[in-house]
């Protein structure tokens, strides 16, 4: 049954999408097309491919995380480091006499291989001794080599001439050239270098081929480089800790000085002591220095810290050893996954919403394309190219062109429908209607609103003296301008009742604003008012004359909803807080005054227009009521004396009045401040003027 209601929501999404029109139809299907693109060529998209580079580097290390190893003896790391140059006084080039002595020492332990990686580029004293020494070797020997051509910048013309002579030089030994070039795609080594004819084996590789080791060099392989991490006790150090701890961890390091002393290894006890240490391994020599040949790899973010490249060819050869050629996706697996990615996009944009079970397909549509290149990683699968952020992304582009499709067309229909019904109901509570048309159910619910009451002064007399062609001009002129007011002000117009208009905040959605907005737009009625008088004035001077709009504003309980029966609703607000508005609209009149707030309302908008008008007890209320007028242009200091004389109003009746009378002398022509002096003289013993 759900099934069939998915179904059915994406036939009507289709229809919808057909519907938008043979141009947004067009470029519906250049988007999807557009994000089939990206989902498969998520690494060739600027920006998408810095994302995607992120992620790979995220899965390789937390992959290396939980796949952790022992320290791996097979290759051992001899290298020049900080206390080995302090020791020669030397620090570039790198001392070639001792490496020269470490050659001859290590041939006498049987080790199987050894790969240099340090280039000799430009002359040094000892290169007589080295190049004789490396003729000499017994042990196979792979030398750093470069080519200018395919390492840009790495080298200058003057120093491939000297690298090519001095190689020269070795030719009929054992010791060979092996290049060092590292593949640094996206400023990071993440993968072997790429195939180049023009170049040697590789450093590693061609170690296997002088080690006879020929078939586990992985030959033709240029996929992901496997990095791992150390499962010793000082890993987490390591990674606090720096270069030293994590070379140590991961493969054993021996300074470079330690094998140089020969007169230490001509004692045959000591080649003894050594040999079990290295014979059979594999050895790289290089530097482990902090400023020189440090490398970014897929795993440094992870760690903080980017190894020295001999590490990196160290990783490389134990990849070999361990035969873990890493396999990559054929393009047709990719280009099904892609098609995959963006097909579940296609049909959940088909869907209509409304249902949490939309959001739980969203969420495991994330949850593969989030995980898949995870598990992918995990299990062994080189996902260097894996456009994971281009399914992200391919989803996100074909999701929003097919429902912004959708959605385009069903505007239109949407629009006829909100507005027809948009001119019986107030535009929020059709808009609401629309999308959810269930709200037409009887209800109510309790609200706190904001409520406003007005009433235009002598209509009802102008309407007995004009024809009724004249009145329903006018009535609708000022039900116009009035309601205008309500709606900029995001008001629902609750109802009109001949001239008078209601309308509240706070429902159906209430919003933070709701007072300050209710305020204002009780002002801008009266404004409103007043420009409506002044039009009527302008059309027909003979037309009796129009008073002012008077305005009631109140906050308070109310149930708001539909009410009615089945053939007929009316979305309203029933309470004594719409009486208690309409009451202090009609006080107005008795006031002098035109708009009127209870302090429950002015005390909730947040502006500082108001000036206190003393308490009143409304007609047919028994309680007294706080009231303030909003007066923007009132002095501040004359407001701070109205509030003077009311709390001495309580106490002290006549000084009261003096402070009123003194403001009655600054402002004349001020009906309301007339009043209020008025009303203070006649207080009740509550401190109230009883109205009516």
């Known amino acids: ?58 899965r390789a290390y937390q992959t290396a995380s939980m796949q952790d190893v022992e320290q791996d003896p097979r290759i051992i790391m001899v290298v020049y480091d900080e206390q080995t140059l302090i020791k020669a006084q030397k620090r570039s080039p790198l001392d070639r006499g001792m490496l020269a002595a470490a050659l001859r020492n290590l041939d006498k332990l049987g080790v199987k291989s050894i790969g240099i990686d340090i280039l000799f580029d430009q002359p040094q004293d000892e290169d007589e001794e080295l190049i004789e020494t490396l003729r000499n070797m017994q042990t196979p020997v792979s030398v750093a080599y470069v080519l200018q051509e395919a390492n840009e910048g790495d080298i200058e013309y003057e120093q491939q001439l000297y690298l090519e002579e001095f190689l020269d030089r070795l030719q009929g030994s054992n010791a060979v050239p092996a290049s060092i070039q590292l593949d640094n795609a996206f400023d990071v080594t993440r993968r072997w270098p790429q195939p180049d004819d023009r170049l040697p084996p590789t450093l590693t590789r061609s170690m296997l081929l002088g080690a006879d080791e020929a078939e586990k060099s992985l030959p033709g392989y240029a996929g992901a480089i496997r990095y791992r991490l150390s499962a010793r006790d000082g890993q987490n150090d390591a990674i606090e800790g720096g270069q030293e701890a994590i070379a140590e961890t991961l493969f054993p390091i021996i300074p470079i000085d330690s094998l140089a002393d020969e007169e230490v ?5 000591v080649i003894d002591e050594y040999r079990p240490l290295f014979e059979g391994r594999y050895i790289l ?63 959940t944009g088909l869907l209509e919403w409304g249902s949490w079970q939309i959001y739980a397909l969203l969420g495991l549509q994330f949850m593969i394309m989030l995980g898949a290149p995870f598990v992918m990683h995990f299990q062994g699968a080189d996902t260097y190219g894996l456009p994971a952020v281009g399914w992200l992304a391919g989803w996100a582009i074909a999701f929003m062109a097919v429902t912004s499709t959708a959605r385009a067309a069903g ?50 007399k102008m309407s007995h003296a004009v024809s009724p062609e004249m009145v329903a001009k006018l009535l609708n002129r000022y039900l116009e301008m009035l309601s205008q007011v309500v709606l900029d002000h995001g008001g629902v117009i609750d109802k009109f009742v001949g001239d008078a208009v209601v309308a509240f905040w ?26 409506f008088r002044a039009e009527v004035a302008a059309m027909d001077p ?45 006080a107005n009149k008795a006031l002098e005054s035109s708009v009127m707030a209870s302090r429950e309302f002015a005390e909730r908008s947040g502006l500082d227009w108001w000036r206190p008008m003393g308490r009143v007890v409304l007609r047919g209320r028994a309680q007294p009521v706080d009231i303030l007028e909003p007066s923007p242009e009132f002095p501040e200091a ?37 009043n209020l002096l008025h009303r203070i003289k006649n207080l009740n013993e509550e401190g109230a003027y009883v109205l009516g």
């Open 265 to 269: 290894f001509a004692i045959p006890a």
């Open 285 to 347: 020599i290089g530097g482990d220095l902090v400023d020189f040949d440090r490398v970014p790899t897929s795993v440094s973010d992870g760690t903080g810290f980017d190894p020295p490249g001999l590490q990196v060819h160290a990783e490389m050869m134990a990849q070999m050893l361990d035969g873990a050629s890493l396999s990559k996706p054929l393009p047709a697996t990719l280009w099904a996954l892609a098609i995959l990615v963006i097909a579940m996009a296609v049909l």
């Open 638 to 674: 004359d407001r701070a004396k109205m509030h003077e004389a009311l709390t001495m109003s309580e106490t002290n009746k006549t000084g009261a009045a003096s402070v009123v009378e003194s403001l009655i002398r600054s402002h004349p022509d001020d009906t309301a401040l007339e």
């Open 1 to 58: 049954m759900a099934s069939a209601r998915s179904v059915n929501f994406i036939q009507r999404g289709w229809r919808n999408v057909r519907e938008a029109g043979p141009r947004r139809l067009g470029l519906t299907i250049l988007l999807v097309v557009l994000a089939l693109i990206v989902a498969r060529f998520g690494w060739a998209v600027p920006i998408i491919n810095q994302a995607e580079t992120g992620m790979y580097d995220f």
């Open 542 to 586: 003979d037309l009796p004359k129009i008073g002012k709009t008077r305005v009631g504003l109140h906050y308070g309980e109310a149930v708001v909803g539909n009410f009615g029966g089945d053939t007929r609703i009316q979305y309203t607000a029933l309470g004594d807080s719409m009486n208690t508005a309409a009451r202090l609209e009609a």
């Open 411 to 460: 505007a239109v229909q949407r629009n006829f429908a909100q507005g027809a019904l948009g001119k019986y109901l107030p535009q929020e509570m059709a808009a609401e209607i629309i999308e959810n048309p269930e709200l037409l159910a009887l209800h109510g619910e309790k609200k706190e609103i904001y409520v406003l009451f007005s009433d235009l002064e002598g209509f009802t």
């Open 506 to 531: 706070g429902a159906p959605i209430a919003k933070p604003d709701d007072a300050e907005r209710a305020a204002k737009a009780g002002y801008a009625i009266w404004q409103a008012g007043e420009a």
